[in-house]
């Protein structure tokens, strides 16, 4: 499974203790902040669960009479105060304020597939007996796989998450097309890049909020090729084109028509992608319709080598920080968290929660709060491991174990494939941790 080639953390290490007390003495201190870390998310937890069992309401005054600093740099002086949880905090400072802004743009993507005229006109364009057919037949080979284990073994996958990987197949290699530079509709003579110009009317009418301008490279043709970057999905449907902005937009949308409850994961370092929730499994499950990706969250870090920051998951149902999913490490794969302090974050995540459950009844939420809590408890766990796996390289001074995945199933880290359009482009871009175009509110994925 495990593709030892990919195991950047992996480098085999000698025996002897050759390496320098001050380099093991900073990766103790690494350690023993994200210790601490861990021991004040626990905390938090408890604290959390407990007010929840002593109130019937849930607590939603999120702003904490404690004065939090946030600026200050250094410890308290006694050992025992370190491990105080924090607590979520309005946003105060410019910085924060923008961050909060753009999250919260951002979280109303999933809403747009809510709209059931739009879902049943998508379906009409899915190949339904092909997908249903082919889930099927995976369904039956997992359930006959379980079997041959023992009569209490489960199936790796249910019906449902098979209905969603034929869907997966079917979207990456039958139905939508990956554009780099679009050819010339008169000649089909590869473009070049020309630059930015406004939407038209009818582009506007259909959610474009950019539009890229190519010209033909050919010197009779010379012909201009417009490629209208559409937020609407149903656009994005028509076209059948796009990057990975519309591909995540278009896929997620496909997943939520199919049945399936959806999130639409946007990842500060110019990524989009899908989580779909696998009832069979009760978690959370990694989709990427551009890498014809399944539950193989650790991809980019150690797959691509890249450096993550922030990895938040949107649903009509609120919003998750779940970067401990697809950053392990945060040593070799955690870039710079630095719009906002993170009980910022927490007070935004809140915020956000609160907006999309409003109307929910108590049941709903009910649902939901322990949904929230069996996710944050697999979240946590990844953390434990990769610290478990860190400090046996530590005492061991071997990598031989370092193997901090929490789950087997997340040991894939790259899909065995040859390299598509879109790694190609990702290439050229030179898409290793660098961060895209920042300066804009990624909507629906702008800079991808």
Known sequence: MADGNHHHHHHHIPRKPVRSRQHVHLDVADLTNRFEQLLSARRMTELAERARSTSSTPANDYSSPRPVSTHSRVPPPYSSLRNIPKFATPPR????????????????????????????????????????????????LLQAQAASISDKEKAQWGYQDCVIRALLR???????????????????????????TPPDQDEKARGAFRVELYQCSAGE?????RFPRYGDVWAIMKSRRGRVGEWANCFTMLCRALGSRVRWVWNQEDHVWTEVYSEHQKRWVHVDACEEAWDTPRLYTEGWGKKMSYVIAFSNEGCTDVTRRYVRNTTSHGASRDRCPEEVLMYIVNEIRQMRREGLSKEEKRRIIREDQREER???????????????????????????????????????RTATAAEVYR????????NGQDGQPPRDGEGR
């Open 378 to 416: 697999e979240l946590r766990g990844y953390l434990v491991t990769s610290l478990t796996s860190e400090i046996e390289k530590l005492l061991l001074g071997s990598g031989s174990s370092g193997r901090g995945n929490g789950g087997s199933s997340s040991e894939i880290k790259v899909p065995d």
């Open 221 to 225: 043709c010379r012909t201009y090729e």
């Open 93 to 140: 400072d410019h910085v924060s304020q923008r961050f909060r802004s753009m999250l919260i743009a951002a979280s109303t993507t999933p809403i747009k597939y809510e709209n059931p005229g739009l879902l049943d006109e998508a379906l009409a364009e899915v190949p339904l007996d092909k997908i249903y057919g082919e889930a099927d037949e995976e369904s039956q």
């Open 427 to 434: 290439r050229a871009r030179g898409e290793h941790g660098q």
């Open 170 to 196: 079917w979207f990456k290699r039958s139905f939508m097309g990956w554009v780099n530079n679009p050819p010339c509709a008169v000649c089909g003579t590869p473009t070049v890049a020309v630059g930015m």
